[in-house]
């Protein structure tokens, strides 16, 4: 059987990653809306590139401060970099996204509003 603290730690993980499916959901949106016509494989892919990239940065850094400091400073590093996130993305221009659809003009060549 399990130690009681485990299965507190594995109901934080569940809480903790509630937001993950949502937040991709919202990255590779606004990726479609900023990226220019024919060129949304394209944007896609940098953003998955980054999501890797900054996963991996992170583990590394969690790991080595946990295993070298606590797994609590562990995790107020993390979430000093979801404030960071949060700061620049927050003000930044992103297009918004109605009805799953990005708010701008159709593009030339569209049938919409013909």
């Known amino acids: 059987m399990l130690p009681a603290?485990?299965?507190w730690?594995?109901?934080l993980f569940v809480v903790?990653?509630?937001p993950v499916a949502p937040?991709?959901?919202?990255?590779y949106e606004a990726t479609d809306a900023a990226a220019p016509a024919g060129t949304a494989t394209e944007a896609r892919m940098w953003t998955a590139t980054a999501t890797a990239a900054g996963t991996a940065l992170g583990s590394a850094v969690a790991g080595a401060v946990?295993?070298?400091a606590s797994p609590r400073?562990?995790?107020l590093v993390a979430?000093?970099?979801a404030l960071v996130t949060a700061?620049?993305?927050?003000p930044a221009d992103v297009p918004t996204v109605v009805s799953g659809a990005a708010a701008t003009p159709p593009r030339r060549g569209s049938s919409a509003g013909s």
Do not use: E
Not at 87 to 90: D, G, K, L, P, S
């Open 5 to 7: 603290g485990l299965w």
């Open 9 to 11: 730690l594995t109901a």
């Open 16 to 18: 903790a990653g509630l």
């Open 23 to 27: 937040l991709n959901a919202i990255a």
């Open 66 to 68: 946990a295993d070298g």
């Open 73 to 75: 400073l562990a995790c």
């Open 79 to 81: 979430l000093g970099g």
């Open 87 to 90: 700061a620049v993305a927050i």
